[in-house]
């Protein structure tokens, strides 16, 4: 949902880009890919001296202890992989919370451990803290609905990936972002009822919007077993108690401000549907 469009992004701006994940990338989508496990440190020990930056996009959930296990142990193995290496920056894709040791929610403590991992890396650092993506509005869409977790009135400057990608390429070229914790978001706040009428309007004219109660959605996820459901659900919960947290104003001055609002976003999504 990140990786591709952040990817395609720096090798549009110049980059030579690698992917290294569990599994293959398709055909074409970037110039190059190797295999990594960042459960397993042999593996990250191929990256060390391999490039001169690393993107780290890690997963949340679908289950709290996978938070701490996955993103905020795979941070913490990595850190301690490039720990003395000669790399000229290692950055953090983290989220837009008000992120603490001591905070209630699980998936936030894992990623407030996995960014005091990186700062501990010992080598220069980015950590960036990202609004909403626009292309969370995808996952909203079962066949024929349009689902709204909650009263949908959680407000957000929704982000494109694509627009980050862009701000993470030039972050790289300046060294002032080193060092620094930066705030991205969209150019255009939003509730989340009004991105999910507008992404309707525009993809799926025939589908209803549907609102599910966030309780129904969590017992029912638990009842069927669908962690991914399950971990959105209380993602949303979250989020309609925790507003987008930060400033944008010193990510702006390094590396530009984002600008492409969701019309745009979504003709571009119309385009990529048709042509798929």
């Excluded at 996009?57 to 996955?70: A, H, K, N, Q, Y």
């Excluded at 650092?125 to 909403?132: A, D, L, M, N, P």
């Excluded at 024929?144 to 982000?159: E, T, Y």
Aim: neutral net charge; aromatic residues 10%; glycine residues 10%.
């Amino acid at each position: 949902m990140i990786g591709r469009p952040v990817a395609q992004a720096a090798a549009a701006a110049g980059f030579a880009v690698t992917v290294a994940s569990r599994r293959a990338p398709l055909s074409g989508e970037t110039p190059g890919w190797m295999e990594l496990d960042v459960l397993q440190p042999a593996s990250i020990a191929r990256l060390r001296d391999a490039f001169e930056y690393l993107v780290v996009i890690l997963p949340s959930g679908p289950t709290f202890e996978d938070c701490f296990r996955v993103e905020a142990g795979g941070a913490q193995n990595i850190a301690a992989a490039f720990k003395g290496s000669a790399l000229a920056r290692l950055i953090y894709i983290s989220g837009a919370s008000n992120l603490r040791e001591d905070h209630p929610f699980p998936p936030a403590r894992a990623k407030h451990q996995a960014e005091e991992a990186i700062k501990r890396s010992g080598v220069p650092y980015t950590i960036w803290r990202c609004g909403w993506f626009l292309e969370t509005l995808d996952k909203l869409y079962f066949v024929v609905i349009i689902g709204v977790p909650g009263g949908g009135a959680s407000m957000a400057r929704w982000l494109s990936a694509g627009d980050f990608g862009g701000m993470l390429a030039r972050s790289l070229a300046n060294p002032e972002a080193a060092g620094k914790t930066l705030y991205a978001f969209g150019p255009e706040p939003l509730t989340l009822r009004e991105a999910a009428n507008r992404f309707r309007n525009a993809l799926h004219h025939f589908a209803p919007i549907v609102s599910m109660p966030l309780p129904l959605m969590i017992g029912a996820a638990k009842l069927l077993g669908a962690r991914e459901a399950w971990f959105g659900a209380q993602m949303m919960r979250f989020l309609e108690v925790e507003p987008e947290f930060g400033d944008p104003t010193e990510a702006i001055a390094i590396a530009g401000a984002p600008t492409e609002t969701i019309e745009v976003w979504l003709e571009r999504r119309k385009r990529s549907i048709t042509q798929g």
